[in-house]
């Protein structure tokens, strides 16, 4: 599968992150944009300025990468909440995995930050066994201030060492996830009374009602309201 990500580095219009610094230091970047497949196939961007000119380099490169067949699957999901993003993913072996010194990379980014699609925000690496598959791992994210959560997702691929070859990746897109219903906190609403047709605005729900998703919360009234 192909799963796109962007590295914002050198503090790159501030969405550059350790990790991503990181990233770059290991992969040997020393300008940008600099783009790779799979750390096996590298492609400079100013060697094919224009759109067709890359279109073309990264067909040229990506179509082989595509033809070789998997040697592990990935089966993966996630929960995009107000505060926290939890991602489940389980690594099966479909073919025998000769290679060592695995990583399992889980990755949230963001969409549309400041023209910019496919922002690295998070990332966590996990070292996992070639012979030990399957492996089911759970990661979960902090939400930091700034992120849109609603316009996030996520990634998770295997990879050798920390700059070695992609083995295999799957995408998780946050408008496959299905929708958390919101829930009720333990405890009833306290009893409030004021005179008729006297204006009341006091009454604060937020502390009653959640929603794991972020989602707007609207509240209704139902009942006798005479």
């Known amino acids: 599968k192909v799963a796109a990500v962007e590295y914002h580095v050198w503090n790159s219009q501030g969405m550059d992150t350790t990790e991503t610094n990181n990233r770059a230091s290991a992969y040997g970047v020393s300008g940008i944009p600099d783009m790779w497949i799979d750390k096996v196939e590298n492609i400079h961007g100013r060697a094919a300025p224009?759109?067709?000119?890359?279109?073309?380099?990264?067909?040229?490169?990506?179509?082989?990468?595509?033809?070789i067949p998997a040697i592990i699957s990935i089966e993966s999901s996630g929960t995009f909440g107000?505060?926290?993003?939890?991602?489940?993913?389980?690594?099966?072996?479909?073919?025998?995995?000769?290679?060592?010194?695995?990583?399992?990379?889980?990755?949230?980014?963001?969409?549309?930050?400041?023209?910019?699609?496919?922002?690295?925000?998070?990332?966590?690496?996990?070292?996992?066994?070639?012979?030990g598959f399957p492996h089911v791992l759970n990661k979960q994210f902090t939400v930091q201030s700034g992120w849109n959560v609603n316009n996030m997702e996520a990634v998770c691929f295997v990879q050798v060492g920390s700059n070695g070859e992609i083995l295999q990746a799957n995408n998780i897109g946050y408008n496959n996830i299905p929708n958390t219903p919101p829930v009720v906190a333990t405890g009833a609403v306290s009893s409030v009374s004021f005179d008729e047709a006297t204006p009341y605005a006091g009454l604060d729900l937020t502390s009653m009602f959640t929603d794991d998703d972020g989602d707007p919360l609207t509240f209704s009234v139902s009942g006798d309201l005479n």
């Open 82 to 131: 107000a505060s926290t993003i939890d991602i489940d993913a389980t690594f099966t072996a479909v073919d025998t995995v000769t290679q060592s010194n695995l990583n399992a990379v889980f990755i949230v980014y963001e969409n549309g930050v400041s023209g910019y699609e496919l922002v690295v925000r998070d990332m966590e690496t996990q070292a996992i066994s070639s012979d």
């Open 50 to 67: 224009t759109v067709q000119g890359c279109y073309n380099a990264i067909k040229a490169k990506l179509d082989p990468r595509l033809a």
